[in-house]
């Protein structure tokens, strides 16, 4: 095979957003404490703080699943209208739930750090001429990460990008990773793609026919059945590794820089 094109997912291999939380969903606690605190400047009738997070925390894995079992698409305002359910004065208009989305996401987006490596990797595979998409599941606006990896002056690097909430497209299903191929103009056969979570970037990409790479960055997923990697990675440095040997035992030299 010749490797003509990497996909990357964001979230845990090229960017880290869980701050000092280990688990998930709790991790997404100041993104419901910033909402909950705008919502309630506003002075809409809220049930307290750590009552509004519960039901959070309750509803977020299960819209989650619907998410990416493409039942229905998840985004951060439609997992507010969800949690305030609970509240017998119904939902704040669209403006104002859009609004406490967008602090949701400022809140989680201000802790954001780079992955040990991620912009020295990107910036020599980009170097070396390959094509560079990324397929992220997230309810977050699209907007918001590409905003985060300007921050780390990964942005300019990537040819295609695909957000799950903006698409409706959710690893595992091979819809958002065709997506990024077709805009790069690669076939299957010739990309890969390396992310960290077993479930989603593993299975996701062994569904679509890529060649796939699980970093092991986190201790954070269980595997699944039948999870078969084509090869694991500790550090993303080893990415343009595999890359070259890739390309070697094809017969291919690496692609031309100019």
Same mark, same amino acid.
């Given at each position: 095979?010749?490797?003509?094109?990497? %996909?990357? /997912? $964001?979230?845990?291999?090229? %960017?880290?957003?869980?701050?000092?939380?280990?688990?998930?969903?709790? $991790?997404?606690? #100041?993104?419901?404490?910033?909402?909950? @605190?705008?919502?309630?400047?506003?002075?809409?009738?809220? #049930? #307290?703080?750590?009552?509004?997070?519960?039901?959070?925390?309750?509803?977020?894995? @299960?819209?989650?699943?619907?998410?990416?079992?493409?039942?229905?698409?998840?985004?951060?305002?439609?997992?507010?209208?969800? &949690?305030?359910?609970?509240?017998?004065?119904? $939902?704040?208009?669209?403006?104002?739930?859009?609004?406490?989305?967008?602090?949701?996401?400022?809140?989680?987006?201000?802790? &954001? &750090? #780079?992955?040990?490596?991620?912009?020295?990797?990107? @910036?020599?595979?980009? @170097?070396?001429?390959?094509? %560079?998409?990324?397929?992220?599941?997230?309810?977050?606006?699209?907007? !918001?990460?590409?905003?985060?990896?300007?921050?780390?002056?990964?942005?300019?690097?990537?040819?295609? !990008? &695909?957000?799950?909430?903006?698409?409706?497209?959710?690893?595992? +299903?091979?819809?958002?990773?065709?997506?990024?191929?077709?805009?790069?103009?690669?076939?299957?056969?010739?990309?890969?793609?390396?992310? +960290?979570?077993?479930?989603?970037?593993?299975?996701?990409?062994?569904?679509?026919?890529?060649?796939?790479? =699980?970093?092991?960055?986190?201790?954070?997923?269980?595997?699944?059945?039948?999870?078969?990697? /084509?090869?694991?990675?500790?550090? $993303?440095?080893? %990415?343009?590794?595999?890359?070259?040997?890739?390309?070697?035992?094809?017969? =291919? /030299?690496?692609?031309?820089?100019?």
């Amino acid at each position: 095979m010749q490797i003509e094109a990497i %996909l990357f /997912d $964001l979230g845990g291999t090229l %960017l880290e957003y869980t701050g000092g939380f280990q688990g998930w969903p709790e $991790l997404e606690g #100041p993104g419901f404490e910033a909402a909950h @605190k705008y919502l309630n400047s506003t002075g809409i009738a809220l #049930p #307290p703080l750590a009552e509004f997070k519960a039901a959070g925390f309750d509803i977020l894995p @299960k819209r989650w699943q619907m998410a990416t079992t493409g039942q229905r698409n998840l985004t951060v305002a439609s997992l507010l209208a969800d &949690v305030l359910k609970i509240s017998e004065d119904g $939902l704040p208009p669209d403006g104002l739930l859009e609004e406490a989305a967008s602090r949701y996401q400022a809140a989680i987006c201000s802790g &954001v &750090v #780079p992955m040990p490596q991620s912009y020295q990797t990107v @910036k020599a595979l980009k @170097k070396d001429g390959y094509k %560079l998409g990324l397929v992220s599941n997230t309810m977050f606006n699209g907007s !918001m990460h590409i905003a985060d990896m300007r921050r780390f002056k990964l942005d300019t690097f990537f040819d295609s !990008m &695909v957000f799950s909430s903006d698409e409706n497209e959710w690893k595992p +299903d091979p819809a958002p990773f065709w997506h990024v191929l077709e805009n790069l103009g690669v076939s299957v056969e010739n990309a890969l793609f390396v992310g +960290d979570d077993p479930a989603a970037d593993v299975a996701g990409g062994k569904r679509t026919g890529l060649y796939t790479v =699980h970093y092991l960055s986190s201790h954070r997923f269980s595997s699944p059945d039948g999870y078969r990697p /084509d090869a694991t990675i500790a550090s $993303l440095s080893e %990415l343009i590794v595999i890359v070259d040997r890739l390309n070697t035992l094809s017969g =291919h /030299d690496k692609l031309s820089t100019s």
